[in-house]
């Protein structure tokens, strides 16, 4: 009874780690969505800084601060991926 409890309660725990992992891949996607976004955003100020057309110093220097925050979120979700990918093979080998 009671190896059984504990492996129902490892299924559970894996269930939960599964749908976790699905919400930060998806968050990974929209992180790279943003990544790609925020470069060609600040790319194009930069240059229209550089032609004189339009823009100032400081929509650029907000340009390159975005970039660079969706690209540290972009790096924390893998790194979330990959904590819940380690617990779950923990999880597997407990349960074997």
Do not use: P, W, Y
Request: with cysteine; glycine share 4%; charged share 25%.
């Amino acid at each position: 009874m009671a190896a059984e409890a504990a492996i129902q309660s490892l299924d559970q725990q894996k269930l939960v780690r599964a749908t976790i992992v699905t919400q930060v891949r998806a968050d990974i996607r929209a992180s790279e969505a943003d990544v790609t976004r925020l470069h060609l955003e600040t790319a194009c100020q930069q240059t229209q800084l550089g032609t004189g057309i339009v823009g100032t110093r400081q929509i650029v220097e907000l340009a390159i601060d975005n970039d660079k925050r969706a690209d540290a979120t972009l790096r924390s979700n893998r790194a979330k991926l990959e904590q819940l990918r380690q617990q779950l093979n923990v999880l597997d080998k407990q349960r074997a």
